[in-house]
């Protein structure tokens, strides 16, 4: 199967409505010694890089990185990030010298009109676990969660628990996180809470971010 190229809006939506059917909400890691980031960015000349950062869990120290440099080939399209994004996230991947027990995605997961936000997507094509942390909302609705870390509010979408909004800091605005793929609700909450430390992003996120737009920088 094309994990990736479609001839059309239908079809992209017929290959996501397929591949959320392969979706596990259950948390099918073990050990949890690494944790990976990935974050995707885009110069004005129509590249995109994607860069994984990996990290010791425990400590939060970085380990390793990887990044894919290419040229964009599908447009942005709301609800179709992993068709843009995916292919240099896959080629980034098979770069990295030490692989990570779970990888953090910047973008949904599960709270996705069809289920197969970008973090989904990418668990599937891996075969890995992976949790979506988004800065903004896709679909659903919440109730604003109490303004201390920890703190959190289910998003429903068509009467469905599809992710929660978690404050990781006091008095910040929520992330928005859903499971991907092999990972339950719970342990999406309780792994990128574990992830944050001083600021609003867990740090595979907030570094693989950096690094991404540094990266794009330093190529131009």
């Known amino acids: 199967m094309e994990f990736f190229k479609f001839s059309s809006i239908e079809e992209a939506e017929n290959l996501q409505r397929l591949l959320s059917e392969r979706i596990i909400l259950s948390d099918r890691f073990s050990a949890l010694r690494f944790i990976g980031g990935v974050d995707t960015s885009f110069s004005r000349d129509g590249r995109v890089l994607s860069v994984i950062v990996v990290m010791e869990f425990e400590l939060l120290k970085l380990v390793t990185i990887s990044y894919h440099l290419d040229t964009s080939i599908f447009p942005y399209i709301p609800g179709f990030l992993s068709f843009r994004e995916g292919p240099s996230i896959i080629e980034a991947w098979k770069k990295l010298e030490i692989k990570p027990d779970i990888l953090l995605v910047d973008g949904q997961g599960y709270a996705h009109?069809?289920?197969?936000?970008?973090?989904?997507?990418?668990?599937?094509?891996?075969?890995?676990p992976t949790i979506g942390c988004a800065k903004s909302l896709l679909v659903g609705e919440y109730e604003e969660p109490k303004p201390l870390k920890g703190s959190f509010s289910p998003i429903l979408y068509k009467n469905e628990l599809v992710g929660v909004a978690l404050r990781t800091r006091d008095n910040t605005k929520p992330v928005f996180v859903s499971p991907g793929?092999?990972?339950?609700?719970?342990?999406?909450?309780?792994?990128?809470?574990?992830?944050?430390?001083?600021?609003?992003?867990?740090?595979?996120?907030?570094?693989?971010?950096?690094?991404?737009?540094?990266?794009?920088?330093g190529s131009e």
């Open 113 to 128: 009109p069809r289920h197969l936000g970008i973090a989904s997507h990418i668990g599937i094509v891996l075969n890995i």
């Open 181 to 217: 793929h092999m990972v339950s609700f719970e342990s999406s909450i309780d792994i990128v809470l574990k992830s944050v430390k001083m600021y609003r992003l867990p740090e595979p996120l907030r570094y693989a971010h950096q690094y991404s737009k540094s990266i794009l920088k």
